[in-house]
């Protein structure tokens, strides 16, 4: 009988009973279905975000500020500034060893910013937020009224208070945008070099308030000066393009008083509105809402037919309003196109 033979004989001796595995060199963990239940997470707010490091907020079992990561139960989960947050793996005794975050915390509102009309990706900007405070400056860099309005419907999206700072006031009156917008039931805070905040302070009370608005405006010194311990950098406006330095690269959340927490963010010259619709535009501009009802059916809004048109002529403090809500309307179309 030849080799091969022989082997085919020896192996038909044999059943499957006989058969034995080489164990592999490294050994595969079994798959489960049941995930950690971290009864001992700590509930602290996320005050800062630092490519992919955050800083969050305890105020129990002692108050201190622990540096961590993303656990990878959480997947692609984003985690904003303001979101309340579960971690684990908490050192009291030396806050620069990593926690992990292992929950994100249902969020009561997320304010949506993309980065123009036609970006159909979003992304949030903070959460858990009262107030949108839009900071202005009256001169210097010169107020931008599209901006201004952008900002509030985002913070209507938002279901969270618009409210306008207007700064440098010193320099100029901010009488114009009070006339407009305190019209509109957005309070108006007008605020100098020297001025008191007492103002500021009460509206700001026992509120969560993210500060919005261009570089250059005044941002920072304003937090300097509602939390002189937060040491935020401060910056000039270019004298070329009358646009502000960024100094603030970051949002960060900073405490003025146990219930009160403002968030600084950097500056931004654009605030896109792809996630927002027409009719979500026009609730934005309340005061030209009104006139609409006169409006033939299917108004564009956007031709000399439209009674806000007519309404605006009739009271001119309506035809800067008229402008911004068309140019929204217009770049919200051609970003459809």
């Known amino acids: 009988m030849d080799f091969i033979g022989e082997c085919v004989n020896k192996l038909q001796d044999y059943d499957e009973d006989d058969f034995r595995s080489r164990p592999g060199k490294y050994k595969s963990r079994p798959r489960s279905k049941d995930r950690p239940k971290f009864e001992n997470a700590l509930t602290g707010l996320v005050i800062t975000v630092d490519r992919g490091r955050f800083t969050v907020h305890l105020n129990e079992p002692n108050e201190i500020d622990i540096y961590a990561v993303k656990a990878r139960e959480l997947g692609r989960k984003g985690v904003v500034v303001g979101d309340l947050v579960e971690i684990v793996g908490v050192d009291i005794k030396n806050s620069e060893n990593m926690a992990r975050i292992v929950k994100v915390m249902e969020r009561k509102n997320s304010l949506q910013k993309s980065a123009d009309d036609s970006e159909s990706n979003e992304r949030s900007l903070v959460s858990n937020i009262d107030m949108v405070a839009i900071v202005v400056a009256t001169a210097d860099p010169e107020p931008n009224p599209r901006l201004i309005d952008r900002t509030i419907i985002a913070a209507r999206l938002a279901n969270a208070q618009p409210l306008i700072i207007a700064t440098k006031t010193d320099i100029s009156s901010s009488q114009t945008l009070s006339d407009i917008y305190q019209a509109l039931d957005i309070p108006v805070v007008s605020i100098s070099k020297n001025s008191e905040l007492d103002e500021l302070l009460d509206i700001l009370k026992d509120k969560t308030t993210v500060l919005i608005g ?124």
């Open 214 to 337: 261009p570089s250059g405006v005044g941002k920072s010194t304003l937090v300097n000066r509602l939390v002189p311990d937060a040491q935020r950098r401060t910056g000039a406006v270019n004298d070329v393009t009358g646009q502000g330095k960024h100094t603030s690269t970051s949002a960060f959340a900073l405490r003025i008083d146990t219930k009160t927490w403002i968030i600084d963010t950097p500056g931004i010259r654009s605030f896109g509105l792809a996630h927002a619709s027409a009719d979500e535009i026009l609730a934005g501009f309340p005061d030209l809402m009104q006139a609409t009802t006169k409006c033939s059916k299917g108004c564009s809004h956007q031709d000399t037919s439209c009674a806000i048109e007519a309404a605006a002529f009739e009271n001119p403090v309506l035809l800067p309003r008229l402008d911004s809500f068309r140019r929204l309307l217009v770049s919200l179309e051609q970003a459809d196109g």
